[in-house]
């Protein structure tokens, strides 16, 4: 599968359902919510209580991306406001193997984040109960900001594991993908690619949109 996955936090915050009916109509199957703390990262967003609000508003999978310190506090709340899939950051929880466990027992799919200086050896023992790696290719805590190019080799190296232990994680990759750039982590590996800035700024959030459909449509989806 190759899917898009907006993320939220670069739309337009007074008008949100306006933008998740664009996403609605454009049929995307994937929603990327970045809930930030001010702490892990410094840079904060939103929590389930919007979430919850929006959960109202489409069917989309709800990918929950949280940068948030202990993560293992919030798992009720975000799967209470409607997650799907719920990831967080390897570097801010003290025991990911028990906080993955926690996420499954609730019936939804777990996923950790890799900040791009975190090596990919850390998930030895825990990358066969995952759902979903996902591989920070900026320092999380903002949209806007450029593709680190060394997350190429990570990107690689990630899928590279998934097909020698013949596993099933989404490979996800997030930060500074554009339509200019997206092919490159798709031909590295990525599965599930987080657009923030390039989507919700764009023009004209459809054509955009599209624009990631044709290049998709390269691949078997
Ligand atoms: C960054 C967030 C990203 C962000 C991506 O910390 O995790 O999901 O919204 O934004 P762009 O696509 O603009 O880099
Ligand atoms: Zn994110």
């Known amino acids: 599968m190759i899917e898009l996955a907006p993320s939220l936090l670069s739309a337009d ?64 709340a975000f799967v209470d406001a409607g997650a799907d899939i719920l990831t967080f950051h390897y570097e801010a929880s003290i025991h990911p193997h028990r906080t993955i466990q926690e ?50 080799e990570k990107i690689c190296d990630l899928k590279k594991i998934k097909e020698d232990l013949n596993l099933d994680f989404i490979i996800e990759v997030d930060g500074g993908i554009k339509t200019g750039n997206v092919e490159n982590v798709i031909d590295r590996g990525a599965e599930l690619i987080v657009s923030g800035s390039d989507v919700f700024k764009a023009d004209d959030i459809t054509s955009r949109i599209q624009e990631y459909y044709s290049i998709f449509s390269k691949y078997v989806r």
């Open 13 to 76: 915050f007074t008008n949100l359902s306006k933008d998740i009916k664009v996403l609605n109509e454009n049929k995307i199957k994937y929603l990327h919510l970045d809930v930030m703390d001010g702490n892990f990262v410094p840079n904060i967003s939103y929590g389930p209580g919007i979430i919850k609000s929006i959960r109202k508003l489409t069917d989309m999978v709800f990918d929950v991306h949280l940068m948030i310190e202990k993560p293992e506090r919030y798992i009720d």
């Open 103 to 152: 996420i499954k027992a609730k019936g939804i799919k777990a996923g950790i984040s890799l900040n791009p200086s975190t090596p990919l050896n850390v998930l030895e023992y825990i990358i066969k109960d995952l759902d979903l790696v996902l591989v920070m290719s900026v320092n999380p805590g903002f949209g806007g900001q450029s593709y680190i190019k060394a997350m190429d």
